[in-house]
């Protein structure tokens, strides 16, 4: 630490630290209600906020990159070229974050033509001169050569911007056996990825530092490179200029004229007011308490060295846990968690193969952990708690009902899982972590266990605090929902949680022999086909190589290039497909067979792994997967099995009733978007199609083609087909164009020809991106809203990108909705009415139930009617009925 009689000199490399910030926080967890990321800039003043804790610095600055581009780029224009381009998240960050920083008396450098570690070497060299304890944050190595008897290198981990490595020069000479202005004369042998400097060739750190230690610089390594023995001493003497280039670029600038010095850096005091207002356009409510708690003099660092620390984010105390089973936890119950008291808290503690061992379960002030062991103690109090209506809230219920039910328990009563509100908050993000999600709503930190104890200590509060966090986390995201996703929340997804998780729990019967045989026979196929492509070209080559793939394609048999990539030219199945079109040959169509081929097979095996000892395939459907509020289907994932093919077909057929159910029962949405787009447009029209129930296609084709819907040919069919549903898209002349392989000109004409007859579908779709712009989201029918930051944003390819998403979304969204009221509305009336008869899957608009012997017609009628009138549109819902024996048979 610094002598107390020592000023202190904190200087910062502000872009370094940003990125690293905004790699180490979830980008999807902080975002503004403007829709503007801010992971970086919270990250940034957090880590600001405990250096001002730990280090007291009197003297304070941050510096910045302006561009790419400095001296250095004018010598080497390839200098940081292999660098990749800025995340789109990262857009606009440091703006603000320099606003921020502005407004808490912090100052900002930046220098044309100068990169940040030139402002901080130049500031470091000065400080130290004029009796400075110096301390300098950044990520970049080449930072290393400051480091003195006054300067301290603090260098984040690669966990983030809160663990910092500090190097002095011991602690430098421990590291690399050199002295810290040796670091570059290293560096500039071995090369520096990062900076797209190349070294010598055969010459790693070792080997450098052998050489410096033994002649003592670098310009004496290359005065005697011909005593250099080996092939790296060749090396060496070939290349020796690269290490000269490499020294001059990374020889950091200690004398860059700056406006201000050491001096002028004394910490300033913090303007509130103008970080309220910055800080209030972030969201950033916890950074905010401990910013004011600095400007107040309670925090560490603050002007005048007060010597109070700097809390991290801190909220309620957590209550006390107590373990409690028998007599002790149904009183607990009774006192705590009956109907008439507010929701708790319920967290499972899983075991290694995912039973239950325990529960946690919490209320606002009270929580505690009930060890579970089947069979043993009095659990009848509980057992009949978790499946009564009391309220609770659970994160990831889906996962915890599942459990719960193998364990011989139950669930219900399920009031929230911060899980799915935080989704329905922020449909694009990732991570719905607990703790993630705490820290983001709450900004408290959830305890995690120390990933280095190899052997956990005895906590048995665990799984209690997490359904005390569970609790709050639920409660806050909940108070941030608008009424319409409040409604979604509780009476459509809260709902579908048993129903899908009993379907997990059921699965589907399986003709496993049958997936061997598929599988067996496609492999013959694949090899087949492989053959008569080697045949092609006269030799084997991996089909499943990119590299290999080029050489083939665009040098031994000389066709066109395809989309340029880092790595050459596209393989993909896109861009051959284009090719073999326009230039057609026998390799590329044995190619695109054999790849077929592989695809599918790879499809069955990952079917054939699934099924369990009982012969069933369980799929798990993913609540949280989409942005649009669809149903995903993971582990196997039975939403990519193809429908129109053969070998599509043979996979479905392997999908079988139980031997002790008498059939399979396939219920659909027939054109189900279109049918939205009929409502939420009002194009009498289209309402006029559906409500006659005339093929939608054909009379589409008979106003455009202005010919009898009869005379309307399959080609015209096609074409009306494919623009009716692209446009609902995004869909473009262009995209139309290809997708129907006819000129862009024609396309244009068709959709020209389309919105003159369907007026009322234009201005709908002119519409709903105006009003998502205005708003920021659009919505659904049911009140489900999806946000659109980027439909304002300044980056072209991400708000156009956005405008196609926005276009579909009310019209995807509802058709989830839909679906799932669907869902909710069979499963009720099957259990209302004791049927035994079950839901077994949901794939896109299709429901499959399992049917038991002598309920057929009765699930047919429960099927028809709650899929029919799951919504009230200005057309009907046309529902298709199928039955057999297995999926594929009772397909219609």
């Given at each position: 630490m610094p002598s107390a009689a020592k000023p202190t000199l904190l200087v910062i490399d502000g872009h370094s630290l940003a990125f690293r910030a905004f790699y180490a926080l979830p980008v999807d967890s902080f975002v503004n209600r403007e829709g503007q990321h801010t992971n970086a800039i919270h990250g940034f003043i957090s880590m600001l906020l405990n250096l001002l804790k730990n280090e007291k610095p009197t003297h304070l600055a941050v510096a910045f990159d302006i561009s790419r581009y400095s001296f250095r780029t004018r010598e080497y224009p390839e200098y940081k070229g292999t660098r990749s381009e800025t995340p789109a998240e990262f857009v606009g960050q440091i703006p603000l974050l320099q606003e921020a920083l502005h407004a808490m008396g912090i100052t900002t450098i930046t220098k044309e033509d100068y990169e940040a570690d030139d402002i901080l070497a130049t500031l470091a060299s000065r400080g130290s001169a004029s009796g400075y304890s110096v301390f300098v944050v950044s990520g970049d190595r080449d930072a290393i050569q400051m480091v003195n008897d006054d300067v301290t290198l603090l260098y984040p981990s690669a966990r983030g911007v809160t663990d910092l490595t500090r190097y002095d020069r011991d602690k430098v000479y421990e590291r690399y056996g050199i002295e810290p202005h040796q670091y570059p004369e290293?560096?500039?042998?071995?090369?520096?990825?990062?900076?797209?400097?190349?070294?010598?060739?055969?010459?790693?750190?070792?080997?450098?530092?052998?050489?410096?230690?033994?002649?003592?610089?670098?310009?004496?390594?290359?005065?005697?490179?011909?005593?250099i023995k080996g092939v790296v001493g060749d090396r060496l003497r070939e290349q020796y200029e690269r290490a000269e280039r490499n020294r001059r670029l990374n020889r950091?600038?200690?004398?860059?004229?700056?406006?201000?010095?050491?001096?002028?850096?004394?910490?300033?005091?913090?303007?509130?007011?103008?970080?309220?207002?910055v800080f209030d356009r972030l969201q950033f409510r916890t950074l905010l308490e401990r910013v004011t708690a600095l400007a107040d003099g309670t925090g560490a660092g603050a002007a005048g060295g007060a010597a109070a620390p700097v809390a991290e984010p801190t909220g309620p105390v957590a209550p006390v846990v107590r373990t409690l089973i028998d007599e002790e936890l149904a009183h607990w119950l009774r006192t705590h968690a009956g109907p008439e008291h507010p929701a708790v808290g319920v967290a499972v503690d899983y075991g290694p193969d995912g039973t239950v061992t325990g529960l946690g379960i919490a209320a606002s002030d009270d929580s505690v952990h009930v060890p579970w062991a089947s069979g043993r103690g009095d659990y009848l109090a509980l057992e009949s708690w978790l499946v009564g209506d009391s309220p609770k809230v659970v994160h990831d219920a889906k996962r915890a009902y599942k459990a719960l039910v193998r364990a011989g328990l139950g669930l219900a009563g399920l009031a929230g899982d911060p899980r799915i509100s935080a989704w329905l908050l922020r449909p694009g993000r990732t991570s719905f972590a607990l703790a993630d999600l705490a820290y983001e709503h709450l900004g408290e930190r959830l305890p995690t266990a120390d990933p280095n104890q190899l052997v956990p200590a005895e906590d048995a509060g665990g799984v209690a605090l997490e359904a005390w966090f569970a609790l709050r986390t639920s409660a806050e995201i909940e108070s941030t929902l608008d009424e319409g996703s409040l409604r979604v929340l509780r009476t459509i997804e809260l709902p579908l949680v048993p129903v899908l998780g009993d379907m997990e729990l059921t699965g589907v019967a399986t003709d496993r022999p049958a997936l061997r045989g598929l599988s067996a026979r496609l492999a013959d196929t694949a090899a087949t086909l492989a053959a008569e492509a080697f045949e092609v070209i006269g030799r084997e080559v991996n089909l499943g190589s990119p590299k290999q793939?080029?050489?083939?394609?665009?040098?031994?048999?000389?066709?066109?290039?395809?989309?340029?990539m880092k790595t050459g030219y596209s393989t993909d199945a896109g861009s051959l497909a284009d090719l073999q079109e326009k230039h057609p040959h026998p390799f590329l169509d044995l190619l695109l067979k054999h790849r077929d081929a592989t695809k599918l097979r790879q499809i069955i095996d990952t079917l054939d792994k699934a099924v369990d000892d009982g012969g069933r395939i369980h799929t798990t459907y993913d609540q949280t997967g989409t942005t649009t509020g669809r149903i995903s289907s993971v582990d196997p994932n039975l939403q990519n099995i193809p429908v129109k093919t053969e070998v599509g077909h043979a996979i479905r057929a392997t999908f079988r009733h139980s031997s002790e159910y008498e059939t399979l029962l396939t219920a659909d949405y027939s054109q189900i978007e279109m049918r939205i787009m009929a409502h939420l447009s009002g194009d009498e029209g289209l309402i006029t199609a559906f409500t006659e129930g005339e093929d939608l296609h054909r009379f589409v084709g008979s106003r455009i083609f202005g010919v009898e819907p009869s005379d309307v040919s399959p080609l015209m069919r096609t074409k009306v087909k494919a623009m009716s549903y692209g446009l609902a898209y995004g869909l473009s002349a262009f995209g139309l164009s290809k997708q129907l392989r006819i000129e862009t000109a024609e396309a244009r004409q068709l959709m020209t020809d389309y919105f003159a007859r369907f007026g009322a579908v234009r201005e709908y779709l002119r519409n709903v991106v105006e009003q998502a712009r205005d708003d920021g989201y659009t919505e659904t029918i049911f009140g489900r809203r999806r946000p659109f930051a980027d439909l304002k944003s300044t980056n072209r390819v991400l708000r156009e990108n956005a405008e196609r998403a926005a276009l579909n979304a009310p019209i995807q969204g509802s058709a989830a909705d839909i679906m799932k009221i669907a869902m909710l509305g069979v499963h009720e009336e099957l259990v209302a009415r004791e049927l035994r008869s079950r839901v077994l899957l949901q794939v896109h608009d299709e429901l499959i139930v399992e049917v038991a012997a002598g309920e057929a017609e009765e699930i047919e009628d429960v099927v028809r009617r709650r899929m029919g009138s799951a919504a009230d549109l200005r057309v009907p819902l046309d529902v298709s009925v199928g039955l057999g024996e297995s999926w594929d048979a009772a397909a219609h």
């Open positions: 290293i560096a500039a042998l071995v090369g520096e990825s990062s900076d797209n400097l190349i070294g010598v060739d055969k010459v790693g750190e070792k080997t450098a530092v052998k050489w410096i230690t033994q002649f003592g610089s670098l310009e004496e390594v290359i005065a005697h490179r011909d005593e950091l600038v200690t004398d860059v004229e700056l406006p201000v010095g050491p001096d002028d850096l004394e910490r300033r005091p913090i303007d509130v007011a103008a970080v309220r207002e793939l080029q050489e083939v394609l665009f040098e031994q048999l000389d066709m066109p290039k395809t989309r340029a």
